[in-house]
């Protein structure tokens, strides 16, 4: 979906009214400020992406589990303390 403006010269119009007129039209399409609002728009991860990021983390808990019962590491929820 890609807007286009164009202007064509008028017979006795001079460079910088042209550019004038071409501003006001492009500002008045809105397509700049479209293309702010959509600048930093993330998508949302599709299904299959959810479920492979899901499966993955499952997968790390369960690992991260398994080391903790076999006493490789000391405790799953160990913080500093903030005195």
Known sequence: MTDTVIMVKKQDENAPSLYRRFVKHFRSSGIQTSVKRN???????????????CINRLEQRKKYEEAYRLGKIQSPHKHKNRG
């Open 39 to 53: 600048k930093f728009h993330d998508r949302k991860p599709s299904k299959n992406v959810r479920r492979k990021d």
